[in-house]
């Protein structure tokens, strides 16, 4: 399972988690954000700057590796 959970019921679709994932890996899909798979870095930011609370970063899971060139 992905470290990162929206839910979407409560996503106002703001955005603000997408410009602020320093590792791209959160993007829009219509009004709600989604998770790009595999690309989290559990740094957890995204649940701290999302004024909804829809979201929720499971820290016990290990980060994606860094992409060579990244
Ligand atoms: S936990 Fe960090 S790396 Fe993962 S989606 Fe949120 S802001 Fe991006
Ligand atoms: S910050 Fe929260 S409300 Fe805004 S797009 Fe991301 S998940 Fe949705």
Redesign the pocket.
């Known amino acids: 399972m992905d470290?990162?959970q929206i839910n979407e019921r409560w996503c106002k679709g703001c955005g603000i988690?997408v410009a602020?994932?320093?590792?791209h890996?959160?993007k829009m899909e219509g009004d709600k954000s989604r998770?790009v798979p595999g690309a989290?870095?559990?740094?957890?930011?995204?649940?701290l700057y999302c004024p909804d609370l829809a979201i929720t970063?499971d820290l016990g899971q290990k980060p994606a590796k860094i992409a060579k060139g990244a």
């Open positions: 470290p990162v988690c602020f994932c320093p590792a890996a959160l998770p989290c870095k559990v740094c957890g930011l995204c649940e970063v």
